[in-house]
């Protein structure tokens, strides 16, 4: 589904990928762990096509399409979902009027009429149910005011609204209390399916109880050191990253 | 460019008058002097400086000093655009109040009088005579003054004591002619103690001539009287549209202040508030939108005399292209005018390098007891907001309009008209397209 070869990117002039790879399949759930600057949201940067990165060197293809060559909406629209690190506020944009633009600019990509306004009610009432989202919340401007956690809820919130092929989870679980956490990893795995994959970034194993990954991979420095099963994932939880760190630099 | 109009005057000054109101006559070779004297602002005065007026004072325009009736039926060509908004509808058709015939008017409540000027003074003379002027001539100002020697009616508007307009009044100007042409017209509003009332000000033009219109609006509002104005603006890009607007305002009175341009060509909009009582709450709104080389300079001015009184400013331009917008807000507080709350906004968006804006905050405050404050910004769309929206697949060009359309919306607050605002909604929309920014209602437009 996902192909990334040797991927470098800038920003501001200065690398901060250095020849990135990695592959995910249909079905599959790959946890990236790694410590703080490493290029996690670089990476998720990159892969949704913000501007502000420049891409050096590399593919990336998504389904068969080079993923590099096109806009950010164009991304969203084949199915590439972020949950941001830092999810945005924007004031004067209410929940609903911006979640019907999203769902209708995704049904007009895809050949489909808009969404009939009682069909969105009803998508709205049961994705809210689905993350245990206050009715409040989609009331207001998007993110405006927000909590830490109430905008990571809502970041599920528009995931599940999407329904994208690949979602990339950037951190989604710091900031959570621990009925939050569940509520957000359940809402994540009632999602999965055959058909899609999530990129899970956390510093915490404690997610990875809840939403079980394929493979751990460690990315240090803007690669890709070490991949392994959920096990790693309990070692770097036990031991942190220093023995990565003189793993890498002794070789 | 001073000469023509002052031989003009001294040539024509008994047709003038002879075409005009008695009672605005009184002023009239006062204001001439003036004007002889000090004649049109230019970009040196610390005031105009965001308004250059010299290219189009150098048109020769078209006056219509002897009244002469113009071809055309407002009512028929101009169907009001607000669905909706069941207002006492009124037209001026380049400087002449068309005559009523609505007669959705004839449910105005008892006492109110809805006229041009001209009539009215005949009718009521002593209404006229007793504010018509007051505010205007003690102002040192070229347009002012120029007004004052050439305008030869307006619209006259008297809500007595108590009565409360429980529906808006809106005033429609349409620019028609088929030369070059100039319109002065000075407009009257009174509202005695407890009166309420919404005037809604439409300014378009008709045809594709230049148009530089000169308007002079005075308003009185007297003690707990409530009184909004709004003005709306969609001409086209050979407009001059030069409109002061001065008010009056006694104790516990309320004033809210309005102004959109949605579409001009170079519009300045002089608006001086006189808060002359205690306890009298004063907002001013505006929003600009601009594009290709439109300009608009919204000068304002807020003088707290009395203490005890709030005011508050919101301005916001998006501009595009070459435009080119200006705010200046003035804030005087006097020695005595403690307790006094002011706060000014002015946000603007540039969407091109090419875009210019000037704004200008200038406070004075003299008493030591207020609580004041200002704040201005210049800046881009949000980049990372703009990153957000595309990011859950909403085209780059979809998400700006967004963004845009946000940033105006708290000024479309501040309209208390509900049919009003929703109308609004939709022409800012449209107009950020880029899509029609005219009026659907006129008829000729289209
Ligand atoms: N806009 C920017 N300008 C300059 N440097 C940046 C910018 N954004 C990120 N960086 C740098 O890129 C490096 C990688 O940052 P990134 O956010 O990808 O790290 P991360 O692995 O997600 O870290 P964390 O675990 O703290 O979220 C850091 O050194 C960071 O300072
Ligand atoms: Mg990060």
């Known amino acids: ?251 | 460019m001073e000469r023509q109009y002052i031989d003009l005057y001294k040539s024509y000054s008994e047709i003038i008058k002879n075409n005009a109101a008695q009672a605005m006559n009184a002023g009239r070779d006062a204001s001439f002097a003036l004007f002889d004297k000090i004649g049109f602002p230019t970009t040196n005065l610390e005031n105009y400086k965001y308004t250059d007026l010299k290219e189009v004072l150098a048109i020769d325009f078209g006056l219509n000093i002897q009244r002469l009736p113009i071809p055309v039926n407002p009512y028929e060509v101009f169907q009001c655009d607000v669905p909706g908004i069941h207002s006492f509808l009124y037209f001026v058709v380049n400087d002449a109040f068309y005559p009523v015939s609505d007669k959705r008017n004839d449910a105005l409540p008892e006492g109110v009088i809805i006229g041009s000027v001209s009539d009215v003074a005949k009718s009521h003379p002593e209404l006229v005579e007793k504010y018509f002027g007051k505010l205007s001539s003690t102002k040192q100002d070229g347009l002012v003054a120029f007004n004052g020697a050439f305008a030869q009616d307006g619209f006259f508007m008297y809500v007595p004591k108590n009565v409360q307009l429980d529906r808006p009044v809106q005033l429609i100007n349409i620019m028609r002619s088929d030369v070059d042409f100039m319109a002065n017209s000075h407009n009257l509003i009174v509202l005695e103690a407890g009166a309420k009332a919404q005037l809604l000000v439409c300014d378009h033009t008709v045809d594709n001539v230049r148009f530089l219109t000169n308007r002079v609006t005075e308003v009185f509002v007297g003690e707990n009287a409530i009184y909004e104005h709004y003005k709306l603006e969609n001409t086209h890009t050979k407009t001059t549209n030069l409109s002061t607007l001065l008010i009056d305002q006694q104790a516990s009175s309320q004033v809210l202040s309005n102004v959109i341009t949605l579409h001009n060509g170079l519009t300045r909009n002089t608006i001086e508030i006189d808060i002359n009582g205690e306890h009298c709450e004063t907002t001013l709104a505006g929003m600009v939108i601009g594009d290709k080389n439109q300009q608009v300079d919204n000068f304002t001015s807020i003088l707290h005399n009395k203490p005890n009184c709030s005011s508050r400013e919101l301005f916001k331009y998006v501009l595009d292209d070459f435009s080119k917008g200006a705010f200046t807000g003035k804030l005087y507080v006097a020695r005595d005018a403690q307790k006094t709350a002011a706060f000014q906004t002015n946000k603007n968006i540039l969407l091109q390098r090419s875009a210019k804006m000037r704004t200008k905050p200038q406070l004075e405050i003299y008493a030591d007891d207020v609580k004041c404050s200002h704040g201005a910004t210049i800046g881009q769309l949000d980049e990372s907001a703009l990153f957000y929206m595309r990011q859950r697949g909403i085209p780059e060009k979809e998400a700006k309009l967004l963004l845009m359309f946000a940033f105006t919306a708290d000024v479309i607050d501040f309209i208390r008209i509900d049919a009003l605002k929703d109308r609004m909604k939709l022409l800012v929309e449209k107009r950020l397209r880029g899509e029609l920014s005219k009026c659907e209602g006129c008829v000729i437009c289209q």
């Open chain 1, 1 to 251: 589904m996902l192909e990334i070869k040797n991927l470098h990117a800038n920003i501001n002039g200065r690398e901060i990928l250095k020849g990135l790879n990695l592959t995910v399949r249909p079905g599959e759930i790959h946890a990236i762990m790694g410590p703080n600057g490493a290029g996690k949201s670089t990476l998720s940067s990159v892969l949704t096509g913000n501007p502000a990165f420049e891409v050096t060197h590399g593919e990336v293809t998504f389904e068969s399409k080079n993923l590099l060559e096109l806009a950010p909406e164009e991304r969203a629209n084949e199915g590439i979902f972020l949950s941001f690190q830092y999810p945005v506020e924007i004031p004067g944009v209410s929940m609903v009027n911006f979640m019907r633009t999203a769902i209708n600019e995704q049904r007009k990509y895809r050949g489909l009429p808009p969404v009939s306004a009682t069909d969105f009610l009803r998508m709205m009432r049961e994705k809210k149910e689905l993350v245990e989202m206050d009715n409040k919340l989609t009331n207001r401007s998007v993110n405006e005011g927000f909590s830490g956690g109430e905008k990571k809820k809502n970041e599920i919130f528009q995931m599940a609204m999407l329904e994208p092929k690949l979602s990339i989870l950037d951190e989604t679980d710091s900031g959570l209390d621990i009925d939050a956490l569940r509520i957000v990893a359940n809402g994540v795995n009632k999602l999965k399916s055959p058909a899609n994959a999530s990129i899970v970034i956390t510093h915490y194993q404690r997610l990875l109880d809840y939403i079980v990954p394929d493979f751990v991979h460690v990315l240090y420095d803007g690669r890709i050191v070490k991949s392994g099963t959920k096990e790693l994932a309990l070692e770097l939880e036990e031991k942190g990253y220093d023995w990565i760190k003189q793993e890498v630099e002794g070789k």
